[in-house]
Structure formats: C-alpha cells, structure tokens
C-alpha cells in the first residue's frame, strides 16, 4: 500500500494482558513517529525514530512502554501489563526525511480497550 | 495544561458560515501546522507555516501564523458539511525534537 498502515486495527486487552501493536510506514520513510490520543484529546507524543535509532523516547508514560524499530522499517509499541488508562488510540506516523517538522503521514490508528 | 490550546473546543454551524478557530501558546514555535482528523483515521495534514505572520490559503481555508510565532488561527469561509471533522494544530518547538499537539476543535457543518 501506499500509505502507514497499522495493525491490529482494534485490540480488546484484559487489564494486565501484554500487547503488541504493528506498524508499517511508507517504504523509504526515514523517521517514524508513535502518538497516544485518548478520546476528546489531540495526540500526544510518545517516540520518535529515526532509522532504527530512537532518538526520542521522552512520551512514554512508563516503562510498561517499549518501543522499536530493529530494522530501520517496521515499528513494534510494545505495552506490558496493560492497565485502563492505557486505553487509547495509538497513532503512527512516518516522514522522508529526518526533520520534525517535515509532512508526517498517520496511519489508521489502533484503538486499545483495556477492560 | 496543553502547551497548544485550542479554541473552540466545539463549533456547530450551519452550511454557509464563516469560521475561525485558534490555536495558542506561550511557547514559540519553529513550525506549526494544522491537520483535520476524521473518525476511525489519523490525521492528515492540511498546512504548515514556518513564518511570523505567514498567510497561507488553501481554497476556502486561510491559516495565520502569528507574528511572535506563539499562536495561530484557521478561518474557514462559506463552511460545507465536508468541512465536519476534528481540525487539530500542532507545533515544534525551537530547540525541541518533537510535535505537540492541541486537544483539538470538533466543527460540524449543518447542511
């Protein structure tokens, strides 16, 4: 496809549950970003990759977050014993260059239900 | 607090209708940029503006960046009911390494 995609779309988690959420950017992009919206909320940031280097990872709200990118390409978020408050859409986006400020390109999201 | 407060939080209007809505800050900002979001997709960005007191249109939207680059506004002229969505603004900081957002306005155009 043209565009980031993610996947799962929606995931249904019990509070405690690992998760694992997927995304793919457009081939080619260099810098990959990761968003948390909560509902009637902006996104907020979480990390920031550049190839396979996270040069930001200052958003996490816990160390139950984990974010990477081994091969520079696809990027794994990575939540541990999830909790409710971690429900949320979970937003990628990717960039062909390496400025923050260069067009980021959002994928679907994946909303997060921890019950 | 938001580092970007958006306002206003909700607008409902009806087809026709001129609007603005505003993004402000005490921060000053290298870049801004204004995306729409609608429900179930991510955001997709509509501008950026990277200088004090930038004009930018785009058809019938005109996006302001302000002088002291803290602040900036979206106006809308003769607003469809295509124009219903969640328009969010977000801007890098100087010196920072990463985008911040607004909460957002949600504008529903009435046909």
């Known amino acids: 496809g043209a565009g980031v995609s993610q996947s799962p779309r929606y995931k249904v988690a019990k509070r405690g549950q690992d998760v694992a959420l997927r995304c793919d950017p457009i081939?080619?992009?260099?810098?990959l970003f990761w968003y948390q919206q909560a509902l009637g909320q902006g996104p907020e940031f979480l990390t920031y990759?550049?190839?396979?280097?996270?040069?930001?990872k200052s958003g996490l709200p816990s160390d139950r977050f984990f974010a990477e990118r081994p091969e520079g390409s696809v990027s794994t978020l990575k939540i541990q014993r999830t909790q409710q408050e971690d429900s949320a859409v979970y937003l990628c986006a990717s960039s062909l260059d390496s400025g923050v400020a260069d067009t980021q390109y959002f994928g679907p999201g994946t909303r997060l239900t921890v019950l | 607090t938001q580092l970007l407060e958006q306002s206003p939080q909700f607008l409902s209007i009806q087809e026709g209708e001129n609007l603005t809505v505003y993004c402000n800050s005490s921060?000053?900002?290298?870049?801004l940029q204004w995306y729409r979001q609608e429900p179930g997709e991510g955001p997709v960005l509509l501008v950026t503006?990277?200088?004090?007191?930038e004009v930018k249109k785009l058809k019938r939207l005109t996006f302001q960046f302000g002088d002291a680059r803290k602040d900036s506004s979206l106006h809308i002229t003769a607003a469809q009911p295509g124009d219903t969505g969640l328009y969010l603004c977000a801007g890098e900081k100087v010196r920072d390494n990463d985008m911040r957002f607004g909460a957002g306005t949600r504008l529903t155009v009435k046909p």
């Open positions: 921060s000053v900002f290298s870049s």
């Open positions: 990759f550049q190839n396979e280097a996270q040069l930001d």
């Open positions: 503006v990277v200088t004090g007191g």
């Open positions: 081939s080619g992009h260099v810098s």
